[in-house]
């Protein structure tokens, strides 16, 4: 089993300078921890957990909430929160609720049973009150969810932003009759893109009809049902505004199993910014989310608690992108203004 002293013998530093980059980085220069950090990769290196628990009365172990861990927009919040977590000498423990509040509070037991020090909840499915007491005892941020109001750090982006301005970019090319599917309206973030999507119809005097916001889950198979729903309205939209990117690739799979093209006879556009996004074609036009900068962010907020620091601004907007391809055609703008005006 390899001890710290050979860490410090490969990285040529001392022991003393070893246990600082895992239990005080902040003491440490950038380049020594890089180089410390380097080996104990190499060599495998796990510090003795509990010995150091009963020094330290913690447990260098930081708790990561999310909703549902088979969805592919967190696989890189989950890296930047652990990359983050690993070069700052803390390990993380994964607790995937599958969207269920109740399994959500058993995994924040584990803070009350100390076993680990502060949580990053990529979810915000409790009750206020639940959580504004949850922040009171422990170091907690929260990140992609959010709860208006709340005293607790928060990273996000702006939804309701990034919404209206997808929708508005439709709207710029030429579409006037623009659907949306909706995320499940008991998420934070599937009523903010609503909005965000009503604010650009409502802005640019276009009408919403009822039938065109359809309300799914947040996966593939969602995204194909409610796009047949669209599809199957006497008075069809011309383009869809969909809540992520697996929805989006499942109505855009409803679209060609229909016998239509996108975004010839359909214009779709997603949001996040997924890989899949730019391999399937038409390739997607999106919102792109930092998911890894969310997840870093996060973690630096949480290890600043950790710490003893206080935060004195609690809401963080990280910048998302609008990313255009072709799924929205936006090579059609001339054609699709003459059609709009009667030309």
């Not at 000498?89 to 609720?97: A, E, H, K, R, S």
């Not at 973690?299 to 963080?316: A, M, N, P, Q, Y």
């Amino acid at each position: 089993m390899m001890k710290m002293r050979d860490v410090a013998k490969r990285a040529n530093v001392s022991p003393a300078t070893v246990s600082r980059v895992l239990r005080q980085p902040d003491l440490v220069s950038k380049e020594t921890k890089e180089k410390v950090m380097r080996v104990i990769n190499e060599l495998n290196y796990k510090p003795h957990m509990i010995a150091s628990q009963f020094r330290t009365r913690e447990t260098k172990t930081i708790l990561v909430v999310v909703p549902d861990i088979t969805r592919p927009f967190f696989s890189e919040v989950l890296r930047g929160i652990e990359h983050t977590a690993l070069q700052n000498g803390y390990q993380v423990i994964l607790g995937d609720t599958e969207n269920q509040v109740e399994r959500e509070r058993e995994y924040i037991e584990l803070l009350y049973r100390k076993q680990a020090d502060g949580a990053v909840l990529l979810t915000a499915r409790m009750d206020r009150d639940s959580l504004e007491e949850l922040s009171s005892q422990f170091p907690i941020v929260l990140a992609c969810e959010y709860m208006d109001g709340l005293d607790i750090p928060t990273v996000s982006i702006d939804n309701i932003s990034s919404a209206r301005k997808i929708t508005e970019h439709l709207i710029h090319v030429g579409h006037r009759k623009i659907a949306h599917i909706c995320g499940p309206m008991d998420i934070i973030l599937s009523r903010d893109r609503l909005r965000g999507y009503k604010q650009a119809m409502m802005g640019h005097d276009l009408p919403i009809d009822p039938a065109w916001v359809q309300e799914g889950d947040d996966g593939l198979d969602s995204g194909y049902n409610q796009m047949v729903k669209l599809l199957a309205l006497e008075d069809r939209p011309t383009a869809v505004f969909v809540f992520n990117d697996e929805m989006a690739l499942g109505s855009i799979k409803a679209v060609k199993d229909h016998g239509l093209r996108v975004p010839e006879d359909i214009a779709i556009v997603g949001f996040d910014n997924l890989r899949m996004a730019s391999l399937f074609t038409p390739y997607m036009t999106t919102i792109d989310q930092p998911k890894y900068e969310i997840g870093q962010k996060a973690t630096d907020l949480l290890l600043t608690l950790l710490k003893g620091g206080s935060i004195d601004r609690k809401k963080f907007v990280m910048k998302d992108e609008l990313i255009i391809r072709e799924s929205c055609g936006f090579y059609q703008k001339e054609q699709l203004f003459g059609a709009a005006e009667g030309v």
